[in-house]
């Protein structure tokens, strides 16, 4: 990952980089949100496993677990989740109409050909707005309060049962961060739907939303958040709890090496191949509930009663399934690549391959 000093400097403002003293200002006692961020010691401050060395000022340190962490982990989800998404938005387009409309879209390649004969190649990427910015936006929330609650509850577990129940923490942080995620996702989601799936309803989101909003309220902009919840957070729940537990098996059994003597070229590559390898998972976890979503926000005053009745359970679990997977697991490897090499790029480790390290118990 070899990159200019003015590469580099660009990625984050310096005010991010904490300073080496020990009065740091993300020393205090009180932490984030109520969770205790201890200075380290003088033999931890050497260890690369708790400080990372900011890469243009070699005096200058990324605290981990400190709001400069945190606010690095946000900016590498909004590069890591909004690119990616937008990027695949023709896959995203397809998925949708054939799950709204089979008898017209029958399959991967009728759907393409049907989208380019009825509306051109610049049909391919209706939606590439509300995508681009609901995505970033839930992309924020998700990896960086992923990592807070990860450590979060590592610290009430405490060093014991963090490492005995690790899992359980991936599975409970994850959990707890798309709450919070998909509340900044849904806006766009349920006005990127409309868009794909209405041929006529409106060009993009300029006008998309406006409409939207004037045909069933901002209300109704929500009208999908349960649905997405359901989609969403089994979804990352397997993302982070899959790709955590890939990522440390592949250390364990794959590299003869420990990660920390592993290049980072290497770190990265285990990182999408942990990311796709958990995005197959997840497109078949959360498929029902995908299929609601685009039902639900595709239909005006439906219920998912009227969407289960309609596609059929059968239906819930297979409808557009084979793309998403493709989709899903490209997607998601991409992610955990994005992510993790923006980490790298900024000074910090990359995510996995070690269990999360819960504060020191107070004497």
């Known amino acids: 990952m070899a990159l200019s000093e003015s590469s580099r400097n660009a990625l984050l403002p310096g005010f991010l980089y904490a300073a080496p003293a020990a009065a740091s200002p993300f020393a205090a006692a009180g932490g984030v949100g109520g969770l205790a961020v201890a200075a380290p010691s003088a033999a931890s401050a050497a260890g690369p496993a708790v400080w990372a060395r900011a890469p243009s000022e070699p005096g200058r340190r990324i605290e981990m677990y400190s709001p400069a962490f945190y606010a690095a982990c946000t900016a590498g989800g909004v590069a890591s989740c909004g690119l990616t998404h937008m990027?695949?938005?023709?896959?995203?387009?397809?998925?949708?109409?054939?799950?709204i409309?089979?008898?017209k879209y029958k399959s991967i390649s009728s759907g393409f050909g049907v989208l380019l004969k009825e509306q051109g190649a610049k049909?391919?990427?209706?939606g590439w707005v509300p995508?681009?910015?609901g995505y970033s936006a839930q992309g924020a929330c998700k990896f960086g309060f992923y990592e807070f609650f990860k450590k979060y509850y590592s610290d009430i577990a405490g060093p014991e049962y963090a490492a005995k129940y690790k899992t359980l923490i991936y599975l409970a942080g994850s959990a707890s961060a798309e709450v919070i995620a998909d509340v900044a996702l849904c806006p766009m989601e349920a006005v990127k739907v409309r868009v794909q799936t209405q041929p006529g309803f409106a060009r993009g989101l300029s006008d998309g939303l406006p409409k939207f909003v004037k045909s069933e309220g901002y209300s109704g902009l929500y009208k999908g958040?349960?649905?997405?919840w359901g989609r969403q957070i089994p979804y990352t729940?397997?993302?982070?709890?899959?790709f955590e537990t890939v990522v440390e098996m592949i250390y364990k059994y794959a590299i003869p090496s420990p990660k920390s003597e592993c290049s980072k070229n290497l770190q990265l590559g285990v990182s999408f191949a942990g990311g796709y390898i958990a995005g197959v998972f997840c497109a078949i976890v959360s498929h029902p509930a995908d299929n609601l979503v685009s039902f639900l926000n595709n239909a005006k005053g439906a219920t998912v009663g009227d969407a289960v009745k309609k596609i059929g359970l059968v239906g819930l679990f297979t409808r557009g399934l084979p793309l998403r997977i493709v989709m899903i697991g490209t997607l998601t490897g991409a992610q955990w690549g994005i992510y993790d090499a923006f980490k790298v790029m900024v000074g910090l480790p990359t995510t996995g391959g070690v269990a999360p390290t819960p504060?020191?118990?107070?004497?």
């Not at 049909?123 to 209706?126: L, N, V």
């Open 87 to 99: 990027t695949v938005t023709p896959l995203d387009l397809v998925k949708c109409n054939m799950q």
């Open 101 to 103: 409309d089979p008898a």
């Open 123 to 126: 049909g391919f990427f209706r």
């Open 131 to 133: 995508t681009l910015l």
């Open 225 to 228: 958040i349960v649905p997405l």
């Open 359 to 363: 504060a020191p118990a107070k004497a």
């Open 237 to 242: 729940m397997m993302k982070f709890a899959s």
